[in-house]
């Protein structure tokens, strides 16, 4: 039987303005190391940078993995836990209200990478004492304001 490495993921998306310039981050922890990454988009939304920053976490995987993601956005959390996800592709990539799932092509992406992997995402409380999570949203913010600041620069 292959050994699957588990690996811990926080995640966090910030925006100036929604829409407005948006940064994401995630930091992955296994086996006693740690990486941060971070980016960043010009017009974007806060929910965007959410599952950005999901998205960029699983896709730094080399391999399959049993992933624990770690969010504060009840958006990413309850898509799964919720299983809204399941309800979305059963009616055609429409919501409740028969209108187009916003985000779909993130969300059809997040999909592919969790049926990579084994994933669970769990809620945390944002901007409280959870030193992972705050510590993304410093790099999330990190990116949105670089992005803000080399506006008008080209």
């Given at each position: 039987m292959a050994v699957i490495n588990e690996v811990t993921i926080y995640t966090d998306g910030a925006c100036s303005g929604n829409p407005g310039p948006g940064g994401w981050a995630a930091i992955l922890m296994a086996g006693g190391a740690k990486k941060e990454l971070s980016g960043g988009e010009d017009n974007t939304t806060n929910n965007r940078m959410e599952l950005m920053a999901v998205i960029e976490g699983l896709r730094a995987l080399k391999r399959p993995c049993k992933v624990d993601v770690y969010s504060d956005s009840a958006y990413v959390v309850n898509a799964f836990a919720q299983d809204w996800i399941g309800k979305w592709i059963r009616n055609g990539w429409k919501n409740s209200a028969k209108a187009e799932v916003a985000n779909s092509d993130l969300w059809k992406e997040l999909l592919v990478l969790t049926s990579t992997h084994k994933v669970?995402?769990?809620k945390v409380k944002g901007h409280a004492d959870n030193e992972f999570?705050?510590?993304c949203d410093e790099?999330?913010?990190?990116?949105?304001?670089?992005?803000?600041s080399n506006k008008g620069k080209d």
């Open positions: 669970v995402f769990h999570n705050n510590r790099l999330a913010v990190a990116e949105w304001k670089k992005i803000s």
